[in-house]
């Protein structure tokens, strides 16, 4: 009887799976009709727009969905948990969309803001690094260079001669030394946790550091300033249409439960919730007991995760219908 049912709730989660592959198709075929949209109405002085920046913000939600639904039979249980996680978010965004569809500025206001953050993080890690992989340079050269070489090979030149098993040990000293040292080196790097520590491998600590001052620098103060001008451009068209962020954000729900709450969705935070934090964070429960979702629990998420895709897919496409019908006004 148990075996049965495990097979039972296999083939289930293998029904919803399939559903999931059908909805996928549907959603790439709403996501190529936002593109075609997209293409047609949305125009460079046209950037702003509330209807644009929706149609764009749809088509990569759609397209989000189109990946994780790819990805959904190589999942382990803990990404599955986290996916319906993720789609909530998305339907709880786009359920306050619906309600209000100014609030894709706050969307926008958001994304831009964070884009700007990682950046400067990326640029005041670079420079960190850049200062690192330099001082590695100079340890280099100063240690292994100028004095434990030169210092071997003075030792070499006053042995004597004669005592052929001492030169021997010394050459092979000599050999082995500036790997020993720069594996130590690289061992610092390690910990300094550097993302250029593979490249500084092969291509020299004093290379890297140049290629980052001249080319990484320079791209990430380059995209930084773009991002910047983005930021300003969006600014200048929410003024110009006379909406108040800062009043429309800043009343805006801001936590996922309040925001849950407001769409409706709060029970689905509730349960989410519990379960990705009881997995995600090191409890002592999550640290003292492994915590294994049974196919049962699967099968449920597998089905939570077809129901909330499938209601995203149609808010999308209600919205998306409006947009062709031109009954939504641009803004």
Not at 126 to 131: L, N, Q
Not at 182 to 187: G, H, L, P, S, T
Not at 267 to 290: F, G, K, Q, R
Request: neutral net charge; aromatic residues 10%; charged residues 30%.
């Amino acid at each position: 009887m148990v075996m049965g049912a495990k097979r039972s709730t296999k083939q289930r989660i293998q029904y919803y799976i399939g559903r999931l592959k059908v909805l996928q198709l549907e959603l790439i075929n709403i996501r190529d009709s936002i593109k075609l949209i997209i293409e047609s109405k949305c125009k460079s002085n046209d950037e702003f727009s509330n209807q644009c920046l929706i149609l764009r913000f749809y088509f990569a939600v759609a397209n989000k969905l189109i990946q994780m639904i790819s990805a959904i039979e190589s999942m382990d249980p803990q990404s599955i948990l986290l996916a319906t996680r993720y789609v909530l978010e998305l339907l709880i965004n786009l359920k306050l969309l619906e309600k209000d569809r100014d609030y894709i500025y706050c969307i926008y206001k958001e994304l831009i803001e964070q884009y700007i953050k990682f950046v400067k993080i990326q640029i005041e890690k670079t420079k960190r690094e850049m200062g690192i992989l330099e001082q590695l340079n100079r340890v280099e050269h100063e240690i292994l260079q100028e004095a434990l070489i030169p210092l071997i090979k003075k030792t070499v030149r006053e042995l004597n001669k004669s005592d052929d098993i001492k030169e021997h040990i010394v050459q092979e000293l000599l050999l082995l030394l500036p790997r020993t040292f720069m594996k130590a080196v690289d061992r610092f790097a390690e910990k300094e946790f550097l993302l250029y520590s593979e490249d500084a491998k092969h291509m020299g600590y004093g290379f890297t550091a140049y290629q980052l001052r001249e080319k990484g620098l320079p791209e990430l103060e380059r995209k930084l300033k773009e991002l910047q001008e983005y930021e300003n451009n969006f600014y200048s068209h929410v003024e110009s249409m006379n909406i108040h962020l800062d009043n429309l954000c800043n009343n805006a729900p801001k936590t996922w439960k309040d925001k849950a709450r407001i769409t409706g969705l709060e029970e689905d935070y509730n349960i989410i919730y519990h379960h990705t934090s009881s997995i995600l964070h090191a409890t002592p429960a999550s640290v003292m007991h492994e915590r294994i979702l049974e196919d049962a629990e699967i099968y449920i998420f597998i089905r939570y995760l077809y129901v909330r895709m499938y209601d995203t897919t149609e808010l999308i496409r209600k919205v998306i219908a409006e947009f062709k019908a031109g009954l939504n006004s641009v803004k």
